[in-house]
């Protein structure tokens, strides 16, 4: 393994992963770009970055590989999982311009700084590859080890800070505090009375004699369903059920039950036929 | 295969994260692709400590890490808070300082 990462070209079996991982890590970025849900992409990135981490491990980076997987794939992805699960899935993606002409232009900006940017890397001489076989002599780790306590030691007192002040802020941002307190029961009939609101109670939920279940409006003496009577977090999912049509439709299947044992199948009317035929 | 493809494919990994921070107005899919523009330096620092032979790039791509686990766990923050008040994950949507 040393002698292949100290020699100039790699080993053809390194070739032959590059070009196939490589193709599927492009591949995993342009779907994380453009895939139009944030779970695909979350996905997609996440495979890129199993690949990035295989490329670590061929480049001789042997700690930075593991921690690639442990820390981005496992940490970094599961945190954006967690937050699509929380924010992105009523929050899709619109497609309307705001700025007219804006996806092309960056598309073309992309392509400028893509060129660029290769361009630059193909000007540059950079065929003299040392490898790593002899930093990672005494082992990638140990090496690693003896450059952080040392030579970078400083940088890595201010990560810990660093690393702190982002938890503190994390939770700062997250959490709540009530500004005002939270009223109790008592304060808050009084005020129903003030206000000359829904002094008694709210009506029940369910109508009487057909359901009683939770998540049907009451009845109102004209016959037309009450929201007030179903809760208010079902009435904001829009969980309301309607049973207004039930009757009817258990008629109807009682009717087509007796119709098929008795086979008066002709004077079937022609709705439940295109019902049938579409079950 | 020379090693620098590794350098080509860090380039073209970057490009299409800055691609899809213009594009996107997702702030979670922005912010995605803001982690795969660290990804790609990353494998570029790599691919350079081997071109020298020494483990300082790696230690630099280590310290990227730790740089990169802090902002995912203060953005996601924000873009939680940005969601509860505006109920919305869209960049366009944060414009209270737009005139």
């Not at chain 1, 996905?43 to 690949?51: D, K, Q």
């Not at chain 2, 922005?30 to 300082?56: K, Y």
Request: charged letters at 15%.
């Amino acid at each position: 393994m040393t002698a292949q990462l100290a020699a100039y070209s790699t080993s053809t079996g390194e070739a032959f992963q590059f070009w196939v991982l490589g193709t599927v890590a492009v591949i995993g970025a342009l779907a994380t770009v453009f895939m139009k849900k944030a779970v695909h992409s979350a996905l997609s990135l996440a495979g890129t970055m199993i690949i990035l981490a295989v490329f670590y491990l061929a480049n001789g980076a042997y700690f930075l590989g593991i921690v690639q997987v442990v820390v981005y794939t496992g940490a970094i992805m599961m945190l954006f999982l967690f937050v699509v699960m929380l924010v992105g899935v009523t929050a899709a993606d619109s497609l309307k311009e705001t700025i007219k002409g804006q996806r092309w232009l960056a598309l073309l900006c992309g392509l400028g700084f893509g060129i660029l940017l290769l361009g630059g890397i193909g000007n540059a001489s950079l065929n003299d590859f040392n490898g790593l076989g002899q930093a990672n002599g005494n082992g990638n780790v140990e090496g690693l080890a003896a450059l952080i306590f040392t030579k970078y030691v400083f940088a890595f007192e201010i990560t810990g800070a660093l690393l702190i002040t982002a938890a503190v802020g994390a939770m700062v941002l997250t959490h709540r505090e009530r500004t005002e307190r939270a009223k109790t029961q008592r304060e808050l009939s009084e005020q129903r009375v003030r206000e000359g609101k829904y002094v008694p109670p709210l009506p029940a939920p369910g109508v009487y004699a057909r359901h009683n279940a939770v998540d049907i409006a009451g009845l109102l003496p004209d016959g037309t369903p009450s929201d007030l009577t179903v809760s208010k977090t079902l009435r904001d999912r829009g969980q309301i059920r309607d049973v207004s049509s039930e009757a009817l439709n258990d008629l109807r299947a009682l009717e087509q039950r007796s119709e098929e044992r008795l086979e008066r199948t002709e004077i079937e009317p022609a709705t439940f036929k295109r019902e049938e035929a579409s079950q | 295969m020379n090693p620098v493809n590794y350098l080509y494919l860090s380039a073209l990994l970057f490009t299409i994260g800055a691609t899809g921070v213009l594009i996107r107005r997702n702030a979670i899919v922005v912010f995605m692709c803001i982690e795969l523009m660290l990804n790609a330096c990353n494998l570029a620092f790599v691919t350079f400590s081997r071109m020298h032979g020494n483990l300082d790039g790696q230690v630099i791509a280590f310290f990227t890490m730790v740089v990169a686990a802090a902002e995912v766990v203060v953005g996601l923050a924000i873009i939680v808070s940005l969601f509860r008040s505006r109920h919305s994950a869209s960049v366009d949507d944060a414009s209270l300082m737009k005139l």
